[in-house]
Protein backbone atom coordinates (compact mmCIF):
# COMPACT_ATOMS: atom_id res chain seq x y z
CA UNK A 1 0.00 0.00 0.00
CA UNK A 2 1.79 3.50 -1.23
CA UNK A 3 1.70 6.63 1.56
CA UNK A 4 1.67 9.98 0.11
CA UNK A 5 2.52 12.59 2.99
CA UNK A 6 2.50 16.22 1.78
CA UNK A 7 4.43 19.31 3.73
CA UNK A 8 5.46 22.13 3.26
CA UNK A 9 1.96 24.39 3.92
CA UNK A 10 1.95 27.51 5.69
CA UNK A 11 0.64 31.13 5.76
CA UNK A 12 1.93 33.44 3.21
CA UNK A 13 1.52 37.35 1.91
CA UNK A 14 0.28 37.77 -1.19
CA UNK A 15 3.31 37.89 -3.81
CA UNK A 16 4.95 34.98 -1.87
CA UNK A 17 6.13 32.08 -2.54
CA UNK A 18 5.84 28.39 -0.90
CA UNK A 19 7.36 24.63 -1.71
CA UNK A 20 5.28 21.70 -1.51
CA UNK A 21 6.60 18.28 -1.26
CA UNK A 22 5.38 14.88 -1.45
CA UNK A 23 6.99 11.99 -0.20
CA UNK A 24 5.87 8.34 -0.95
CA UNK A 25 6.87 5.28 0.15
CA UNK A 26 5.83 1.47 -0.63
CA UNK A 27 6.25 1.97 -4.11
CA UNK A 28 8.79 2.53 -6.59
CA UNK A 29 7.47 6.22 -7.60
CA UNK A 30 8.79 6.14 -11.19
CA UNK A 31 6.16 3.68 -11.83
CA UNK A 32 3.13 5.96 -11.22
CA UNK A 33 2.07 9.77 -12.76
CA UNK A 34 1.47 12.07 -10.20
CA UNK A 35 -0.52 14.84 -9.71
CA UNK A 36 -1.21 17.90 -7.23
CA UNK A 37 -5.21 18.80 -6.69
CA UNK A 38 -6.38 21.79 -3.96
CA UNK A 39 -9.46 22.01 -2.40
CA UNK A 40 -10.84 25.45 -0.81
CA UNK A 41 -13.69 25.22 1.74
CA UNK A 42 -17.31 24.90 0.08
CA UNK A 43 -15.62 24.08 -3.66
CA UNK A 44 -14.78 20.78 -5.31
CA UNK A 45 -11.40 19.44 -5.44
CA UNK A 46 -9.34 20.71 -8.30
CA UNK A 47 -6.66 19.87 -10.65
CA UNK A 48 -3.44 22.33 -10.23
CA UNK A 49 -1.04 20.20 -12.08
CA UNK A 50 0.61 16.69 -13.12
CA UNK A 51 3.57 15.31 -14.06
CA UNK A 52 4.68 11.78 -16.12
CA UNK A 53 6.36 8.94 -14.58
CA UNK A 54 9.83 10.41 -16.34
CA UNK A 55 9.31 13.69 -14.90
CA UNK A 56 10.23 15.40 -18.63
CA UNK A 57 6.33 16.76 -18.92
CA UNK A 58 3.86 18.46 -17.49
CA UNK A 59 0.62 20.07 -17.38
CA UNK A 60 -0.99 22.85 -15.72
CA UNK A 61 -4.43 24.49 -14.83
CA UNK A 62 -4.88 27.71 -16.15
CA UNK A 63 -5.05 29.17 -13.17
CA UNK A 64 -1.23 28.52 -11.91
CA UNK A 65 0.47 28.13 -14.95
CA UNK A 66 3.50 30.31 -14.89
CA UNK A 67 3.50 30.63 -11.54
CA UNK A 68 3.53 26.87 -10.34
CA UNK A 69 6.21 24.55 -11.61
CA UNK A 70 5.80 20.86 -10.21
CA UNK A 71 9.21 18.51 -10.39
CA UNK A 72 9.72 15.46 -9.39
CA UNK A 73 13.02 13.24 -7.84
CA UNK A 74 12.15 9.65 -8.33
CA UNK A 75 15.35 8.41 -6.66
CA UNK A 76 14.08 10.07 -3.27
CA UNK A 77 10.40 9.51 -3.86
CA UNK A 78 9.15 12.79 -4.14
CA UNK A 79 7.24 15.20 -6.44
CA UNK A 80 7.40 19.05 -5.41
CA UNK A 81 5.20 21.51 -6.08
CA UNK A 82 6.67 25.24 -6.38
CA UNK A 83 4.39 27.92 -6.33
CA UNK A 84 5.19 31.31 -7.02
CA UNK A 85 3.56 34.69 -7.04
CA UNK A 86 0.68 33.08 -4.96
CA UNK A 87 -2.53 35.02 -4.69
CA UNK A 88 -5.41 34.87 -2.27
CA UNK A 89 -7.21 33.22 -4.42
CA UNK A 90 -4.24 30.51 -4.41
CA UNK A 91 -5.40 29.74 -0.61
CA UNK A 92 -6.92 25.94 -0.43
CA UNK A 93 -5.76 22.54 0.86
CA UNK A 94 -3.28 21.06 -1.15
CA UNK A 95 -3.37 17.25 -2.13
CA UNK A 96 -0.93 14.75 -4.24
CA UNK A 97 -2.03 11.68 -5.70
CA UNK A 98 -0.74 9.27 -7.55
CA UNK A 99 -1.80 6.40 -10.52
CA UNK A 100 -0.40 4.22 -12.92
CA UNK A 101 -0.44 4.80 -16.27
CA UNK A 102 -1.00 8.08 -17.72
CA UNK A 103 -1.60 11.42 -16.05
CA UNK A 104 -5.29 12.66 -15.91
CA UNK A 105 -7.03 16.47 -14.71
CA UNK A 106 -9.78 13.80 -12.93
CA UNK A 107 -9.28 13.39 -9.28
CA UNK A 108 -11.24 10.38 -9.70
CA UNK A 109 -8.95 8.11 -11.45
CA UNK A 110 -6.35 8.77 -8.73
CA UNK A 111 -5.75 5.62 -6.45
CA UNK A 112 -3.84 6.89 -3.76
CA UNK A 113 -3.79 10.64 -1.94
CA UNK A 114 -1.93 12.01 0.38
CA UNK A 115 -3.74 14.11 3.90
CA UNK A 116 -3.56 17.30 2.60
CA UNK A 117 -1.23 20.31 3.31
CA UNK A 118 -2.98 23.63 4.15
CA UNK A 119 -1.71 27.03 2.20
CA UNK A 120 -3.11 30.18 2.96
CA UNK A 121 -2.08 33.59 1.45
CA UNK A 122 -3.29 36.29 2.68
CA UNK A 123 -3.71 39.83 1.06
Known amino acids: QVQLVESGGGLVQTGGSLRLSCATS????????MAWFRQAPGKEREFVGA????????DYADAVKGRFTISRDNAKNTMYLQMNSLKPEDTAVYYC????????????????WGQGTQVTVSS
Open 97 to 112: ALRPGVWSRSPGVYSS
Open 26 to 33: GRTLSSYS
Open 51 to 58: IIRSGSST
